[in-house]
């Protein structure tokens, strides 16, 4: 059996979510009915480096599978892509070690958030951005990130269903970049829990509109409490953008 690597984006528009379930279109099932096709019905399984919810995009999602197939990587990239849908692509693949593991040896994740600013919406990019038509203080927005630069308790920054016990991250960057009528918020960190980076978004959305101010964000941290942060902003919004082994 060969371990095979591979990088893959996605439009999560019209899936589920990443991981497989029994009424719903998922990335993870696509492309386990690809890798059957390919095995002449043999089940495969894929392991992801983390699940993304339904509408959450990726550019750089990182799988691994292994495989009885003696298949050249560079034909693997040209039949995977032959047979995925055209809302999944496959933009490496490559031999690694039998013990590499997609999800338990990433090192740090980078997601961004778009954000569209301009008066009116844009219908060619609804599924892509988050609309928001509202004035924003960046540099407010800016040094509320700052305080959750670091390790800290992200307790209050993910969804009350997260099962994990440990929410102890390390979050390396934040930036939040101004490009013309789109803001980009960009993330660096060891690992994030579930929501966290969508729950950050809409409560610095809070700090730029003047309805929490920058040190609030401290207050919050430490409190541990779901309650206190911002909403969820939308999925359609959110890139898993690369992953670091």
């Not at 980009?184 to 690992?191: D, Q």
Request: net charge neutral; proline share 4%; hydrophobic share 35%.
């Amino acid at each position: 059996m060969k371990r095979l690597k591979c990088t893959i984006e996605y439009d999560g528009t019209n899936f589920s979510g990443f991981q497989i379930q029994p009424n719903g279109r998922t990335i993870q099932g696509d492309f386990e009915k690809v890798l059957k096709t390919i095995h002449k019905g043999m089940d495969i399984r894929i392991y992801s480096s983390g699940r993304t919810d339904a509408g959450v995009h990726a550019r750089g999602q990182v799988i691994h599978f292994d495989s009885p197939l003696v298949i050249p990587t560079e034909r693997w990239e040209r039949a995977l892509n032959a047979l995925l849908p055209n809302d999944i692509a496959v933009k490496t693949v490559e031999e690694v070690d039998p013990d590499f593991h997609a999800r338990f040896q990433v090192r740090k994740k980078e997601y961004r958030y778009f954000l569209l600013t301009q008066k009116t919406r844009d219908v060619f990019s609804r599924n892509y951005s988050y609309h928001f038509p509202y004035p924003l203080d960046l540099e407010r927005m800016r040094a509320g990130a700052g305080y959750l630069t670091g390790t800290h308790d992200f307790t209050s920054f993910c969804s009350a269903k997260t099962e994990i016990e440990d929410k102890i991250r390390t979050i390396e960057e934040i930036d939040i970049i101004e490009d013309g009528q789109k803001i980009v918020f960009r993330f660096i960190g060891n690992g994030f829990l579930y929501n966290m980076v969508r729950i950050i978004v809409g409560t610095l959305l809070q700090v730029g509109q003047g309805k929490l101010e920058p040190i609030d964000i401290k207050f919050i941290l430490e409190k541990k409490d779901r309650t206190l942060a911002g909403e969820t902003a939308p999925p359609h919004g959110l890139y898993l953008w690369q992953v670091w082994y």
